[in-house]
């Protein structure tokens, strides 16, 4: 290991900060002998990660190579040596699917499951989580994480350049420090806000230390949540280096077809503690029209019957058919290609077409996105719910960035707690389905529950912002991914010319390659994070069987095409070895 170059002068400011931190939670939380030296010993590593960054003095550009040897140390998933056979690409994949499903049904040891808030409901579909299990955050830090890593590239604050392989190394390893980060940075005012723990753990907890019982359930949950997170990283890693695709990605879809197909095909009543009848017919939106159909007179049929099996929630017929009406736009989308014609510059006559795909930027531009929207909405929640956020000047108990329902307004207007009554938080807010904004904007007198005291102009401002930020964002992230993926024409060029492979026409340099390259790739990158966006905005505003979201449902119904694909091409470099270099260059 290398020994780095540091000014240790930059311990001074670090330890001087530190200790106002510690100041400032005393003074906010009164905390004292225990409590503050385990809410000290919990966030000194930030603090030692600062000093590791500022007090680099080594020949490189950036600062992020002061981490170099702490991120060396990260426990990783070793990469294969060779290559790895289709058959034990499978298996791999299919384990890691399991092990998936079997963590959402462990739950966190000493939750209170009754009195649990999950701030993620209406993300769960791209988070891959469940609620109050090990995998309550999901792949949310991950991603978090590589919104932060992608936005500081983009703005080049990072100084690296990611078609340098040392710069690239040192790039993905901060990645994985930082998703250690962003799981505690998820997790801590999870547990301290809205993952209740049990009171008989606390009373036993409280037995052995008077006074910090729930502290400690507290920190217990905390534990649990970073190994579920951090086991989710390494499934990601194992998939990524001996699976097929990405981890990630299966997860989601995993979860989302779950959904889709109870959300489908459910018999069970919509209130399982009531039986099934007219007013509480089947949950399933096949099921709930066929029992109507079947059992409900048709004087009933005719004035609401057939409302409530187009429109009413859960499951109505309209999601079932803007669910099927996205998957065969995305199908379409995602078999649609751009093939520029290239030639083997040895082999004459060798010519084949490389196919740049219309939703080149794949799926996860809109991942990043809704993930950038779910941390907006559970921070706004903090801010105006937590004891010790809502203090704060500005930002905390704020209308103008997002208020929040009382006990009184939940239970009257029938609404969950996390739904934002105004400021920032509505206007993000994600709608479900047109019973949830269009027929309160065409009639505001019969939906004045669902308008949550707003008008129907501020409705539409609503819906108008809320698929602005998500094609906006697509966009911005799309761009982002291209650049950190070595997805780029420069990329894409020296990988063409390094299969031996050029471009009729044009000269053999690179650069003349990149510039013919530069006139699809930027457009057809910008267009595929805009078509994502609109899909999966226009998705939630028709609404989708299984609460899946919009997102949920373009991301499974992509995530299973590309996986059908890589599939396809796996077994073409099984059974042609000499294909394999094109495929990952060597």
Do not use: C
């Amino acid at each position: 290991m290398t020994e780095i170059q540091r000014n240790k002068g930059a311990a001074i400011p670090i330890i001087f900060v530190f200790a106002i931190f510690l100041a400032t939670v005393y003074y906010f939380e009164h905390y004292t002998g225990l409590k503050i030296f385990i809410v000290g010993l919990l966030t000194s590593p930030l603090f030692l990660i600062a000093y590791l960054l500022l007090s680099y003095n080594g020949p490189k550009k950036s600062r992020l190579y002061g981490l170099e040897n702490l991120t060396a140390k990260l426990p990783a998933i070793k990469k294969a040596s060779g290559h790895v056979p289709f058959k034990y690409k499978i298996m791999w994949t299919a384990l890691v699917v399991i092990l998936y499903f079997a963590l959402t049904n462990i739950y966190i040891y000493g939750l209170n499951t009754k009195n649990t808030v999950d701030v993620f409901a209406s993300f769960r579909a791209i988070f891959a989580g469940a609620s109050g299990s090990l995998m309550d955050l999901g792949i949310g830090p991950i991603v978090t994480a590589s919104i932060v890593m992608q936005l500081f590239a983009g703005a080049k604050i990072f100084n690296l350049n990611l078609s340098d392989s040392s710069d690239k190394a040192i790039y993905q390893g901060v990645q994985k420090l930082l998703v250690i980060i962003m799981i505690f940075v998820e997790a801590i005012p999870q547990a301290f806000g809205f993952l209740v723990p049990d009171t008989s753990l606390v009373s036993r907890l409280g037995l052995f230390a008077p006074g910090y019982g729930t502290f400690l359930a507290q920190s217990i949950i905390i534990a649990q949540l970073f190994f579920g997170s951090y086991l989710v990283f390494l499934m990601d890693e194992l998939v990524s280096k001996y699976g097929i695709g990405s981890g990630i990605s299966l997860f989601i879809a995993a979860g989302v077809s779950q959904q889709l197909f109870t959300g489908t095909f459910n018999w069970v009543p919509s209130t399982i503690s009531s039986p099934l009848s007219i007013s509480n017919p089947p949950a399933g939106a096949i099921p709930k029209a066929l029992y109507l159909f079947l059992n409900a007179p048709g004087s009933y049929l005719t004035n609401t019957g057939m409302e409530q099996i187009l429109f009413a929630q859960p499951n109505p017929m309209i999601a079932l058919v803007g669910t099927l009406l996205i998957f065969f736009i995305v199908a379409y989308f995602q078999s649609s290609k751009i093939e520029l014609p290239i030639a083997h510059e040895r082999v004459r006559g060798a010519r084949g077409r490389y196919p740049l795909q219309l939703l080149y930027a794949s799926n996860i531009p809109v991942i990043l996105a809704t993930a950038l929207l779910a941390n907006i909405s559970m921070w706004t929640l903090l801010f105006w719910s937590s004891p010790t956020l809502s203090k704060i000047p500005i930002l905390g108990h704020s209308y103008l960035l997002g208020s929040y329902p009382t006990p009184t307004q939940v239970s009257s207007l029938g609404i969950s707690n996390t739904t934002p009554m105004s400021g920032l938080a509505f206007y993000l807010f994600t709608p479900n389905g047109l019973a949830g904004w269009l027929f309160p904007i065409l009639q505001p007198g019969a939906s004045q529950a669902e308008l949550l005291g707003h008008t129907p102009l501020e409705e539409v401002i609503h819906v108008l912002v809320f698929m602005a930020f998500i094609i906006g964002f697509s966009i911005l992230f799309a761009k982002f991914w291209i650049e950190t993926t070595n997805m780029g024409a420069g990329a894409v060029a020296k990988q063409i010319r390094s299969s031996g492979m050029q471009i009729p026409g044009f000269r053999r340099d690179p650069k003349v390659m990149e510039k013919v390259l530069s006139k699809y790739i930027p457009a057809i990158t910008i267009f595929s994070g805009a078509i994502v966006g609109v899909l999966a905005g226009g998705a939630d505003l028709i609404g989708t069987v299984g609460n899946t979201s919009g997102t949920g449902l373009l991301l499974a119904v992509g995530i299973v095409i590309q996986f059908y694909e890589a599939m396809g091409r796996e077994q073409l470099m099984e059974m042609h070895p000499m294909i394999r270099q094109f495929f990952i260059g060597g």
